[in-house]
């Protein structure tokens, strides 16, 4: 059964640091990307990043460009998404997901972090 | 840039057959796959259908996905509508990036 679990998210203050983290089981984690998808309160899925199966390919919606490094590390079947400089806008739940080997298509879902960024 | 759009919201009454749009902005829907996902009020989303018209395991065969090149629009239908099935769906591309569509709030009454 595939299992994807986040931890990281809470509060943080407008210009800080959090990093979110997910544990993935069930499958053979280094054959498929992954993504970041959140969701603002209220609002529709927006797709944040996404990294190949090694690694060494990643993509970023133009919004966290330069912003967010997502990075993963297939011994430990663990993703991790880095958030630098953080805007009240980037308030949402962060979903981890996977990918259908290489192709933009999720097929499983976590149950998401909740990252809120307030003073 | 690309954009999905769908119907804010429709309503069907149990056992029924509704159908979903999600229509594309420019260049043509099929040259890419579309997914659907189904979100419930305060649940995470779970994949419905993807690659145009394919069911995860576990996903019943009330669902289903098409492509219509005429329309450069892809739908979701579900027969036998029930209750459980009211939830947002919400269609996914790609076309020089993810794109997802705005969503539609399917109410079974």
């Known amino acids: 059964e595939v299992q994807l679990v986040e931890s990281g998210g809470g509060l943080v203050q407008p210009g800080g640091s959090l990093r979110l983290s997910c544990a993935a089981s069930?499958?053979?984690?280094?054959?498929?990307?992954m993504s970041w998808v959140r969701q603002a309160p209220g609002k529709g899925l927006e797709w944040v990043s996404a990294i190949s199966g090694g690694g060494g390919y990643t993509y970023y919606a133009d919004s966290v460009k330069g912003r967010f490094t997502f990075s993963r590390d297939n011994s430990k079947n663990a993703l991790y998404l880095q958030m630098n400089s953080l805007r009240a806008d980037d308030t949402a739940v962060y979903y981890c997901?996977?990918?259908?080997?290489?192709?933009?298509?999720?097929?499983?879902w976590g149950q998401g972090t909740l990252v809120t960024v307030s003073s | 840039n690309f954009m999905l759009t769908q119907p804010h919201s429709v309503s069907e009454s149990p056992g029924k057959t509704v159908s979903i749009s999600c229509t594309g902005s420019?260049?043509?829907?099929?040259?890419?796959?579309v997914q659907w996902y189904q979100q419930r009020p305060g649940s995470a989303p779970t994949t419905m259908i993807y690659?145009?018209?394919?069911?995860p395991s576990g996903v019943p065969d009330r669902f289903s996905g098409s492509i219509d090149s005429s329309s450069n629009s892809a739908s979701l239908t579900i027969s036998g509508l029930r209750t459980e099935d009211e939830a947002e769906y919400y269609c996914?591309?790609?076309?020089?990036?993810?794109?997802f569509g705005g969503g539609t709030k399917l109410t079974v009454l």
């Open positions: 997901a996977k990918q259908r080997y290489a192709l933009p298509v999720i097929d499983y």
């Open positions: 690659e145009n018209n394919q069911r």
């Open positions: 069930g499958f053979t984690f280094s054959s498929h990307a």
């Open positions: 996914q591309s790609y076309n020089s990036g993810w794109v």
């Open positions: 420019s260049g043509s829907i099929a040259s890419n796959y």
